[in-house]
């Protein structure tokens, strides 16, 4: 990586107070020759340019480091090829990170990319969030950047969470919550707070929510009719 990115990254880091050493820039950096190179052989992302993808990936997926809990368990609900999941394992190596993804092979990248990486705060799990009942209540934080709309998100990330527990969306901004608020009385959450962030002009909502009680009885329902009539 270019000298003035890798420079770009440890300031914004920085002024956000997240420390991060040698080690876990080397990590990061890593993360994204791997991505790239994976890139050529299968879609991971359609940023190939190294100060976008600091910005844009590394960055962005850092931003809610701050929001989480010492020792953490966090759920990655749609990981991807690991955003947020794996750059927040290297930032806190105090928490444990689930990145789950339905498309396997993007799982198994994340995997190999991990352990070569060195990161061993953060494992895999392939399959569908509304299908994973052996992980319901499980989780302290539960993430998803760029996977559904918020009113589907809530209904998959609930039941994966601890009651107290807390949901991050990724959105660039606030304008769903209104359409949200059946899902949010039904599933018995709350909205909690807002952090909105301009990282270097791209705009970042982080939407904080809280699970109140258990998951009531009938939810998460199949991803068709989660789709078909969301809450
Ligand atoms: N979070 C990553 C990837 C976003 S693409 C990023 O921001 O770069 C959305 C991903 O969500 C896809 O990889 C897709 O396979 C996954 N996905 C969509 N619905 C899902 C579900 N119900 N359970 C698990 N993964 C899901």
Same mark, same amino acid.
């Given at each position: 990586?270019? %000298?003035?990115?890798?420079?770009?990254?440890?300031?914004?880091?920085?002024?956000?107070d997240?420390?991060?050493?040698?080690?876990?820039?080397?990590?990061l950096?890593?993360?994204?020759?791997?991505?790239?190179?994976?890139n050529?052989?299968?879609?991971l992302?359609?940023i190939? !340019?190294?100060?976008?993808?600091?910005? #844009?990936?590394?960055?962005?997926?850092?931003?809610?480091? @701050?929001?989480?809990?010492?020792?953490?368990?966090?759920? !990655?609900? /749609?990981? /991807?090829? /690991?955003?947020?999941?794996? @750059?927040?394992?290297?930032?806190?190596?105090?928490? =444990?990170?689930?990145?789950?993804?339905?498309?396997? %092979?993007?799982?198994?990248f994340l995997?190999? =990319?991990?352990?070569?990486?060195g990161v061993?705060?953060?494992t895999?799990?392939? $399959?569908r969030?509304?299908?994973?009942?052996?992980?319901?209540?499980?989780?302290?934080?539960?993430?998803?950047?760029?996977?559904?709309?918020?009113?589907?998100?809530?209904?998959?990330?609930?039941?994966?969470?601890k009651?107290? $527990? #807390?949901?991050?969306?990724?959105?660039s901004?606030?304008?769903?919550?209104?359409?949200?608020?059946?899902?949010?009385?039904?599933?018995?959450?709350?909205?909690?707070?807002?952090?909105?962030? !301009?990282?270097?002009?791209?705009?970042?909502?982080?939407?904080?929510?809280? #699970?109140?009680?258990?998951?009531?009885h009938?939810?998460?329902?199949?991803y $068709?009719?989660? #789709?078909?009539?969301?809450?």
């Open positions: 990586m270019e %000298k003035q990115n890798l420079q770009l990254l440890r300031d914004a880091l920085a002024a956000w997240i420390p991060a050493s040698d080690a876990q820039l080397n990590a950096v890593g993360f994204y020759e791997l991505v790239t190179d994976a050529s052989r299968f879609n992302t359609a190939s !340019d190294e100060r976008d993808f600091v910005i #844009k990936h590394i960055l962005d997926s850092a931003s809610a480091a @701050p929001l989480i809990g010492q020792g953490a368990r966090l759920i !990655d609900i /749609g990981a /991807g090829a /690991g955003f947020p999941g794996l @750059p927040l394992a290297v930032l806190r190596e105090d928490i =444990s990170v689930t990145a789950l993804d339905s498309t396997a %092979k993007k799982m198994s995997s190999a =990319s991990a352990s070569a990486l061993k705060n953060l895999t799990v392939a $399959g969030a509304e299908e994973q009942s052996s992980l319901f209540c499980k989780f302290d934080v539960a993430t998803a950047r760029a996977v559904a709309s918020l009113n589907i998100l809530l209904e998959l990330a609930s039941p994966l969470l009651t107290d $527990g #807390k949901f991050i969306a990724y959105k901004d606030a304008s769903e919550l209104p359409l949200a608020q059946n899902a949010l009385a039904t599933l018995k959450m709350r909205h909690v707070s807002t952090t909105s962030l !301009d990282i270097f002009g791209n705009s970042r909502a982080l939407l904080t929510f809280e #699970k109140l009680a258990p998951t009531p009938g939810y998460p329902r199949r $068709g009719s989660i #789709k078909k009539s969301p809450l």
